[in-house]
């Protein structure tokens, strides 16, 4: 995942490459995937979640500095890293186990579904946009 969220400059083809590598990890490793899922929800002083957190901080943590890298192209983004690295985890993780329960395909055309329904969201045109909801 390190080498995916290698940013170079191009925001859609570094979460493109990071969501191939999350829907073929969980194509291949399917019950390893959803342990990590199930230990990840599970109570925050359960011994399943302290076993998974350090793995689950540190690909938010590679995200945040992607995002973070990112924000220097897209001064849009800045301070915001967290918030977008938590929400396109999610987007994936959603994805993964929608395909892993057989409702979806792990294939290309997720990938280039997720990213896109996370860079441009369902209604999103805009800071305006966001005036009407606040």
């Not at 690909?59 to 967290?82: K, Y």
């Amino acid at each position: 995942m390190e080498k995916a969220a290698d940013y170079k400059g191009d925001v859609a083809t570094t979460l493109r490459a990071v969501a191939n590598v999350y829907f073929e990890y969980a194509h291949r490793n399917p019950k390893l995937y959803r342990m990590q899922l199930s230990m990840w929800f599970a109570p925050s002083d359960s011994q399943a979640f302290q076993v998974a957190a350090s793995l689950n901080l540190r690909q938010q943590e590679i995200l945040e500095n992607m995002f973070l890298r990112a924000s220097n192209d897209h001064g849009n983004m800045n301070g915001r890293q967290r918030a977008y690295a938590a929400t396109f985890l999610g987007i994936l993780n959603t994805y993964a186990a929608l395909g892993l329960n057989g409702y979806t395909e792990l294939n290309q055309a997720l990938v280039i579904s997720a990213v896109y329904q996370f860079m441009h969201g369902i209604f999103w045109h805009g800071s305006k946009d966001l005036k009407k909801w606040t």
